[in-house]
């Protein structure tokens, strides 16, 4: 048990943030068999196939992700790949410059990692990160990228009713349903671990709370100096992340953007390529690319590509269009 000790300026410095390029480091660990329960199984299964099929050096950044086995210090992640976040929500591309510019005195760890990774990092700091980089930028635009705004909705929901339980109750309130593995008393925040117990102080840095979808089942505390002090849990609403439900087209949507394009924003809950959404909808290939073309255009539907495909997936916009019209 780890207890964490909150003074007033602490209190008034603990915030909320967002993480793309931590999102990236736990859905590789996800891959690599940190989700025992399947929570995940729906995306992993999908993406698999596109890594494997990727003309892209990944093992950059999968070499620093260790698996999740073997021993209590085999969950660790070294703290250089993935640096607090200095903005609530930074994008990959802000938090990768965070990470090209690691200083060489940073760059250790405890983590099981190749030794001959490490060694290359740093015999040459400048080149190595750059090509860490380039690994998280590929492996994003063919793991994560498609899928990133119903995370990113997820994520928002719980950080707003995260924001409401503080406003109601303070920090006793915004803790009690956080997560089984913490909880708060007497201005002190317990955290089960199953290597490290003792007391910590914020020295008046404030935590960082950072809800994440990959995470899960685990809760993830970085403690120690140089990075700000944070908490990496899973958001409320997790377990429903990759379930589909049927696709009806709502009435109230064909209303505004037409039937044929209703029933395309319908069918992507889950990223799809063309010939995929042809063969749901029972459109030509040729028709589907011209909605997706004036679907894009407003801002509803965005491409990613994934190896040899191109995947379509709703933006935030369309996310939001499609719930106020199911709703």
């Known amino acids: 048990m780890i207890e964490v000790e909150f003074g007033l300026e602490d209190v008034a410095r ?30 992993a299964e999908r993406v698999r196939p596109r890594l494997a099929a ?29 640096p ?3 903005t609530p929500l930074p994008s990959l591309a802000v938090e990768l410059e965070a990470v ?9 760890t405890t983590a099981e990692v190749p030794p001959a990774r490490m060694a290359a990092l740093r015999a040459d700091p400048r080149r190595e990160l750059g090509r860490l980089a380039e690994a998280i930028e590929a492996y994003w635009e ?13 994520l928002e929901n719980d950080i707003r009713y995260r ?15 956080l997560d089984p593995q913490v909880c708060w008393a007497d201005g002190t925040l317990h ?50 992340l990759w379930h589909t439900r049927p696709a009806p087209v709502s009435e109230a949507l064909a209303g505004v953007v037409g039937r044929s394009r209703a029933a395309i924003l319908a069918q992507l809950a889950a990223p ?3 010939t995929d959404l042809a063969h749901r909808t029972g459109l030509t290939p040729g028709g589907v690319s011209q909605h997706l073309a004036a679907l894009r255009a407003a801002g509803l539907v965005g491409a990613h590509r994934a190896g040899r495909h191109v995947l379509y997936a709703r933006t935030r916009a369309g996310e939001t269009l499609v719930t106020a019209a199911g709703a």
């Open 191 to 240: 955290l089960e671990h199953r290597t490290f117990h003792g007391m910590r102080r914020l020295d008046g840095r404030g935590l960082l709370l950072v809800p994440s979808a990959f995470v899960w089942p685990r809760v993830f505390s970085v403690l120690n100096e140089p990075w700000q002090p944070s908490l990496r849990y899973p958001p409320r609403g997790v377990g429903t």
């Open 14 to 43: 603990t915030r909320f943030a967002l993480s793309p390029l931590w999102e990236v480091v736990a859905s590789v660990r996800v891959l690599k068999g940190a989700d025992e329960q399947g929570l995940h199984h729906p995306w």
């Open 142 to 154: 063919l793991a994560l990228a498609p899928y990133w705004p119903r995370v990113l909705t997820l």
């Open 100 to 108: 090209k510019a690691t200083p060489p005195v940073l760059l250790h």
């Open 84 to 86: 607090a976040p200095a």
């Open 54 to 82: 990727a003309d892209a050096d990944l093992a950059p950044l999968f070499d620093l992700v260790p698996v999740p086995a073997r021993s209590p210090w085999s969950g660790r992640v070294p703290g250089f790949i993935c």
């Open 272 to 274: 799809a390529s063309t």
């Open 163 to 177: 924001a409401g339980r503080l406003v109601e109750g303070g920090a006793q309130h915004l803790f009690a349903d």
